[in-house]
């Protein structure tokens, strides 16, 4: 399972088909988790000066008693995942087997998760 702890730049990821282009980022809404098109979905973290932020991307996830902030689907035309930071820069992928694809998502809280979990439904490792 690819995980990553990192220091999130303006509080927020995005998780999006790895090719960026034609992604519609969804607008900001300050008192929601989480926001989606159908090209992307935008998670809120705790911001950077906080701490770390574990992020995972799974296929498989079994609940370690985190809450289920989103449940939903993105397009995938390239057949994977990415999540990227603010700057734009890939930090997780995963390949999908179909154009679309299910995604839940996990947090530890509901402000400012420093625990975020997001499985892909429809893949492969």
Request: with cysteine.
């Amino acid at each position: 399972m690819p995980e990553v702890k990192l220091e999130v730049m303006h509080g927020i990821i995005f998780i999006n088909n790895i090719s960026t282009e034609n992604i519609t980022i969804p607008e900001y809404i300050p008192e929601k988790l989480v926001s989606a098109t159908n090209t992307c979905i935008s998670v809120a973290t705790q911001a950077y000066v906080d701490g770390y932020v574990e992020i995972k991307l799974t296929n498989n996830f079994k609940n370690d008693s985190l809450n289920k902030v989103f449940q939903g689907m993105i397009e995938t035309p390239d057949n994977e995942i990415g999540v990227f930071t603010s700057e734009d820069i890939c930090i997780l992928h995963i390949n999908t087997l179909e154009d679309k694809t299910q995604i839940n998502i996990w947090a530890d809280d509901l402000m400012n998760p420093s625990k975020v979990v997001i499985e892909t439904i429809n893949t492969r490792s």
